[in-house]
């Protein structure tokens, strides 16, 4: 994949090759599948390449490494089923995502379910289906061992930890701070002692320290601190650690300035370290879990041109799609400052720059903007607008009840 930024800024995207003017998704010219799709907006993924990201990302990782898609990232259930068999689990955060990891038919013993607030019916959920439960609490904890005493089930649970470090520089922090995630660190030896007195299985540690980070150092340090940390807990548990979940964090380039990752170092890191950790903790199976990386570059969002119009001077291309589909491209999902997501005109890739457009949506608020200020060709009613890197947090992050238009349609090609 080329990496070299473009005129403004962006990220090459030539994962998604152009032909005879047009995007091709999937090998299918855009303009095409917008009419097999039968209705724009839509979102599309291409299975082709979250393969191979699931193929690269394995040859640069130590074997012995599991990998894990978190559902939450995209869980529409064809995605879902497509990466279940490829990755090693699949980590849950609702009941509504276990059920779509259990119909993908990946064995209970390779789903796990984080989440603060599991509700009393989602835990005894996940106990029937044999599936891992983080604990994010020891109130979860004592809920569960009262469903354990209830059931005569044995649930196999692992101790999400709010670690004492940060993952630094990433889009999202997850550790270091008073958190609703997991359990303070200098919290969890009294609580491990605890859970050897219930009927709870103790498997292992999950310890996710933060998201969408593009520095391979960060990364590096996090999972060295990780392991760190994770050895020193476990002289307090109750039985061998089994599982331990170090998170992931990887993410996908965004906006300009934003060069992709090099997962490289964070392999050859892990093989380092590995030996050290199979001696400290022998049983131990060693999991990432990943999100965005696995999904974000393989999806789009295509939406129609309805309007073209000039106010004080500047142009709009005002589309069928907007934020109600699409909130992280808005910039209203939690960003600090609004950048723009890579954004083209997927039917005029021939086409020559002709003109600085701000494409909007049909909402009636001022936050309903997918591009602001972008060279483009010159586009009219009818011709396809397409954002680039929606694979992640897309669909299901957005508010499509928000004045109340259609829905946007989900494809896997
Ligand atoms: C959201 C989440 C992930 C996935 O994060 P990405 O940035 O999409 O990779 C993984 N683990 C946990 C616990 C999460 O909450």
Redesign the pocket.
């Known amino acids: 994949m080329a990496s070299s930024p473009d005129k403004a800024g962006h990220a090459a995207m030539g994962h998604f090759p152009v032909d005879h003017g047009e995007v091709l998704i999937g090998g299918i010219p855009v303009t095409r599948l917008a009419r097999r799709v039968g209705q724009t907006p839509f979102y599309a993924y291409d299975r082709r390449l979250m393969t191979a990201r699931v193929d690269q990302l394995r040859a640069r990782l130590p074997q012995a490494i599991h990998l894990h898609y978190?559902i939450?990232?995209n869980p529409m259930p064809a995605v879902v089923c497509h990466l279940a068999g490829m990755v090693d689990g699949l980590?849950v955060?609702s009941l509504g995502e276990l059920r779509v990891a259990l119909d993908t038919g990946m064995a209970p013993t390779r789903i796990s379910f984080?989440g603060p607030g599991k509700g009393d019916h989602e835990l005894m959920a996940a106990t029937a289906a044999g599936v891992m439960v983080s604990l994010e609490s020891e109130g979860e904890m004592e809920r569960l061992a009262r469903i354990a005493d209830e059931t005569g089930i044995r649930p196999r649970v692992a101790v999400r930890v709010n670690p004492d470090f940060e993952l630094k520089r990433s889009g999202m922090k997850m550790g270091g701070v008073p958190s609703p995630f997991g359990v303070d660190a200098e919290r969890v030896p009294a609580m491990l002692r605890r859970m050897g007195e219930t009927g709870l299985d103790f498997q292992g540690l999950h310890i996710?320290a933060g998201?969408?980070n593009l520095r391979p150092d960060a990364i590096v340090e996090a999972h060295e601190l990780t392991l760190e940390l994770a050895c020193r807990l476990a002289a307090a548990a109750p039985a061998p650690v089994r599982w331990l979940n170090i998170?992931?964090?990887?993410?996908i380039p965004y906006f300009p300035g934003d060069a992709p990752l090099d997962p490289g170092p964070i392999g050859d890191h892990l093989a380092a370290r590995l030996p050290a950790v199979k001696k400290n903790l022998p049983h131990a199976e060693i999991i990432m879990?990943?999100?965005?990386?696995l999904v974000g570059e393989a999806g789009v969002y295509i939406c129609r041109v309805i309007d073209r119009k000039v106010s004080k001077g500047r142009t709009f291309l005002v589309t069928d799609g907007g934020m109600h589909h699409h909130l992280a491209a808005s910039g209203n999902l939690g960003q600090v400052v609004r950048r723009n997501y890579p954004v083209v005109i997927a039917n005029r890739m021939g086409d020559a720059v002709q003109e600085t457009v701000t494409v909007v949506g049909p909402l009636c608020t001022p936050l309903d903007r997918l591009a602001d200020t972008i060279d483009a060709p010159r586009a009219i009613p009818g011709d396809l607008v397409l954002i680039y890197q929606s694979g992640?947090y897309g669909f299901s992050a957005s508010p499509h009840g928000f004045l109340s238009h259609p829905a946007p349609v989900e494809v896997l090609v």
């Open positions: 978190a939450k990232a980590d955060a984080a996710y998201s969408q998170g992931g964090g990887l993410g879990e990943l999100g965005r990386y992640a």
